[in-house]
């Protein structure tokens, strides 16, 4: 039995496997689009590669504070108290393994790396991310 529908004229075999088709098609276009997303752009905060960002809360004593707290509750087991290092790394030199810059920092902290650092996006939302960056900066201008 030959219809009309969404996909033309045809049997219901035909516009069975025209939608199986549709469905394959958004499928694959929405991998790709991820992909793209995860490989092709920075995370919500940071600018795309090239592109430098200002820290909104740098050089600001209340949000430094509030770093600190952040810093004491997430980062201090593993780079130290005072931030000189222990298992992680010194973040008060300017030796960065994966870059020093403020959105270089806040990608490590959001997304992680390999060796160690732990992803903090589900626990940190961009504005505690900041503000422990401002908190950092401040403990390098004192050096």
């Not at 499928?27 to 689009?33: C, E, G, Q």
């Amino acid at each position: 039995m030959k219809t009309m529908g969404m996909f033309g004229s045809g049997t219901r075999k035909n516009r069975r496997l025209a939608g199986s088709g549709m469905l394959v098609v958004i499928a694959l276009l929405s991998l790709t689009t991820a992909a793209g997303l995860h490989a092709g752009t920075a995370p919500a905060g940071v600018a795309p590669p090239g592109r430098e960002v200002k820290n909104p809360y740098e050089g600001k004593p209340e949000a430094i504070k509030e770093g600190e707290k952040v810093f004491d509750a997430k980062c201090a087991d593993c780079h130290g108290g005072d931030a000189m290092g222990q298992s992680g790394p010194d973040l008060t030199d300017e030796k960065w393994i994966y870059g020093g810059s403020d959105a270089d920092v806040f990608e490590t902290v959001s997304n992680g790396r390999k060796g160690g650092m732990p992803s903090w996006r589900s626990e940190l939302n961009k504005d505690e991310i900041w503000k422990a960056i401002a908190y950092l900066r401040s403990l390098q201008k004192k050096k």
